[in-house]
């Protein structure tokens, strides 16, 4: 059955509404779980960070979760986060319009489509997700503002929408609260790798511009970033909670099978190097 290409909102120049469906999304979720466990040895949250993202999430106000991008997995990690930390909201995420044309089955995740290349989506954008708020109440609004795929070491460098779409929300609404999700995926011991998050606060400017939210977003990324990254080279998973466990460290099923009728573990552990 050939799906029948998105049209856009003439209201909205440069933007494909997203088209979201509880029922697929509940069933979505699901299945995106288990292609975590499958994929990853575990997705590991920074001990303590979780709270920053549940206590953005209690309140009436717009929540903006922007996200480091370097990998084609980063759009599916916010839908386990919603899961576990962010309830009682309706989750909305922009994409490019072209791969969106490509995959129109994101439309019913919550995905909308931008013309990065159209000047006038920007002011579509930040009209749509008004439309968005309005219409559903308490949104969550996830965002990849670097536009682009980029080293999780490299210099945080963000395109002005979602520092707009935080600079003018209405005076009349509950306001904006913006938390930072760094990213990064590592191999340490096991034969799958780690998706390891951490969640930090954008402290909200003195002014609210829309310069004033580009930088206190690039300086909370960056932060993020960087703790993130000792993390990850201190190779310590007592440092995370991790919320989903993989299959394990199987290097071979009949070693594994041998090594469980011995009565010993068939996963690696991960240990700190002798000294530490």
């Known amino acids: ?18 088209n979201r469906s509880e029922r697929v999304y509940s069933f979505f979720q699901i299945y995106n779980e288990r292609l975590f466990r499958k994929s990853f040895n575990g997705v590991r949250v920074a001990r303590g960070t979780e709270r920053v993202l549940a206590n953005a999430n209690d309140g009436d106000h717009l929540l903006i979760v922007l996200l480091n991008h370097s990998s084609w997995w980063d759009p599916l990690l916010p839908m386990l986060m919603e899961r576990r ?10 994409i490019d319009n072209d791969m969106l044309k490509k995959f129109v089955f994101f ?4 995905l909308f489509g931008v013309d990065l290349d159209l000047r006038a989506s920007l002011d579509a954008m930040v009209r749509y997700v008004r439309t968005l708020r309005d219409e559903h109440g308490r949104i969550a609004l ?6 682009e795929f980029a080293d999780p070491r490299a210099p945080i460098r ?3 929408g979602a520092a707009a779409v935080a600079s003018r929300v209405p005076a009349s609404s509950a306001g ?4 930072s999700m760094s990213i990064e995926y590592a191999f340490w011991i096991d034969k799958n790798p780690e998706a390891l998050v951490r969640f930090h ?24 970033r960087d703790a993130l990254a000792e993390l990850a080279i201190s190779r310590d998973p007592e440092a995370f909670m991790n919320l989903t466990e993989g299959r394990g460290s199987k290097t071979n099923p009949l070693y594994d099978l041998w090594l469980r009728l011995r009565g010993r573990d ?3 552990e991960t240990r700190r190097p002798a000294g530490n």
């Not at 059955?1 to 997203?18: L, N, V, Y």
């Not at 904006?176 to 938390?179: D, L």
């Open 266 to 268: 068939a996963s690696i």
């Open 1 to 18: 059955m050939t799906i029948a290409a998105p049209q856009q909102d003439s209201r909205f120049p440069g933007i494909t509404p997203a």
């Open 176 to 179: 904006v609260r913006a938390v």
């Open 107 to 110: 439309r019913r995740l919550g």
């Open 201 to 224: 606060e954008v402290e909200t400017p003195e002014r609210t511009t829309t310069a004033g939210w580009q930088r206190a977003m690039t300086r909370a990324m960056t932060e993020n």
């Open 85 to 94: 930390f962010v309830t009682n909201r309706v989750g909305f995420a922009p």
């Open 158 to 160: 963000l395109r002005p």
């Open 142 to 147: 996830w965002l990849t503002p670097q536009g």
